[in-house]
């Protein structure tokens, strides 16, 4: 039986990820890892899915690679869907050396007991934030070099640097997805989107950071997962692909698309200071993808935000 481990399963996209591919695949067993942080909540994934005989859960830090041996020989996993990571770029200026160690290290022991335990695929779940910003008028590809700009983006970088690393020198059968900012139901509220629905609903004031023109390229939570399914079961080893929805908006449009999908008025806005090193414009391009593997997303931004709105309506 092929058996998944899905690292940090009870975040934003791990339990989107879930909530599908538990029940399309009765098949495939799945073992959900996750530390359970302020980020991870069981009941993010649906109650079918939880109750599904090929799903399992398991409470362990990646780090702690004595928990994570344990819980390998209990399962022999065959092959893993890493999505664990320290995610918010605030909290990695406030703490660099945690972000290191969850998302380098922890990805370093996992990789190291994937060769200890002979598995199959390794796939990555990276961010397109480890290639630094990009000028008003380029994209992204795979090709571009790694530059990060924040703790963040760096130690994600280790990360997927590691992964091709373990690759070349150990033969490790990895694949790596790069995706652009994910939107959708079970986001925390230290996000953008879900926290500005959040103090739009209760009339407070959102904080806005610069003047607002820092661009991002949108990507709906359920087609990221999709093209991860897609890259795991049928890309060639050894490959990268970027992942993006095509929906670029500045900080300043999203908040006005909340407000006016929320019938707020922009007085609730609030310019503050900007964050240390914060990367103007993120843009992907995701031609490779679309062309090896036929992916492009479904959900177009004006249905996918609608959908999100609703799915935090409290």
């Not at 005989?53 to 022999?76: G, H, T, V």
């Not at 999505?83 to 406030?94: G, K, L, P, T």
């Not at 002979?118 to 796939?123: A, L, S, V, Y």
Request: glycine share 6%; charged share 25%.
């Amino acid at each position: 039986m092929q058996t998944i481990v899905v690292t940090g399963g009870a975040g934003f996209i791990g339990s989107n990820f879930l909530s599908k591919y538990v029940l399309l695949f009765p098949e495939i067993k799945f073992v959900n890892i996750d530390a359970l942080t302020y980020a991870g909540n069981i009941e993010k994934i649906s109650p079918e899915a939880r109750k599904a005989s090929n799903y399992s859960f398991e409470q362990a830090d990646i780090c702690d690679i004595e928990d994570m041996r344990s819980i390998y020989r209990k399962y022999q996993p065959t092959d893993v869907i890493h999505f664990a990571a320290e995610s918010h770029v605030d909290n990695s200026i406030r703490n660099p050396r945690l972000f290191t160690e969850v998302n380098t290290l922890g990805t370093n022991i996992l990789l190291d007991l994937h060769r200890e335990f002979k598995m199959n695929r390794f796939h990555y779940i990276s961010t397109d934030e480890i290639y630094g910003d990009i000028p008003e008028s380029g994209f992204f590809t795979e090709e571009t070099p790694i530059a990060p700009s924040s703790p963040y983006s760096a130690s994600k970088a280790g990360g997927d640097i590691l992964t091709q690393a373990y690759g070349r020198t150990f033969g490790v059968n990895y694949t790596i997805t790069r995706c652009s900012n994910n939107y959708g139901a079970n986001q925390n509220f230290i996000n953008l989107i879900p926290l500005f629905i959040s103090k739009i609903q209760k009339d407070e004031k959102v904080p806005l950071y610069g003047d607002g023109s820092n661009i991002r390229d949108w990507l709906y939570v359920e087609d990221h997962c999709d093209a991860i399914w897609e890259v795991f079961t049928r890309a060639e080893k050894s490959s990268i692909y970027n992942v993006g929805g095509n929906n670029e908006y500045a900080n300043l449009e999203i908040t006005q698309i909340l407000l006016e999908a929320m019938g707020k008025w922009e007085d609730l806005i609030s310019f503050v200071p900007d964050r240390p090193g914060h990367d103007k414009r993120y843009a992907i391009d995701a031609t490779k993808i679309k062309n090896e593997l036929g992916w492009t997303p479904k959900v177009k931004f004006e249905e996918g935000i609608v959908r999100t709105v609703k799915s935090y309506n409290v």
